[in-house]
């Protein structure tokens, strides 16, 4: 059974930054291919974006951004650790919401909506002000 477990979250003045850190357990990166891990995002009341996703195959590593923060978030993870992360900067207050990071396994790609990932960590909420 993988569980995640994310970390990093606060509140931040805008132009400022934060890492967001999902810890992976049940799961060895090092050991595994076929497999998404992602960011989503989601203010209570509005549609779950998806913010970032990196997949791991056989041929291979890649990462998409959404629109919204490319250019200022960047996701990544480190084997060693068993974890990857949400690094933010340029933080807006559009960007105020809970992130949630998510796996899924065995895939040929990222899912396009988090029904479709395996699982989830419990989410950790990002404000940031003006």
């Known amino acids: 059974q993988v569980q995640l477990m994310e970390s990093g979250g606060g509140s931040v003045q805008a132009g400022g930054s934060l890492r967001l850190s999902c810890v992976a357990s049940g799961f060895i990166f090092s050991r595994s291919t076929r497999y998404c891990m992602a960011w989503f995002r989601q203010v209570p009341g509005t549609e779950r974006e998806g913010v970032a996703r990196?997949?791991?195959?056989?041929?291979?590593?890649?990462?998409v951004l959404s629109d919204s923060v490319k250019g200022r978030f960047t996701i990544s993870q480190d084997n060693a650790e068993n974890t990857f992360y949400l690094q933010m900067n340029s933080l807006k207050p559009e960007d105020t919401a809970i992130y949630y990071c998510?796996?899924?396994?065995?895939?040929?790609?990222?899912?396009?909506?988090?029904?479709?990932?395996?699982?989830r960590g419990q989410g950790t909420q990002v404000t940031v002000s003006s």
């Open positions: 990196f997949y791991t195959g056989f041929g291979g590593t890649d990462s």
């Open positions: 998510s796996t899924a396994h065995g895939v040929d790609y990222c899912p396009n909506t988090m029904e479709r990932f395996n699982y």
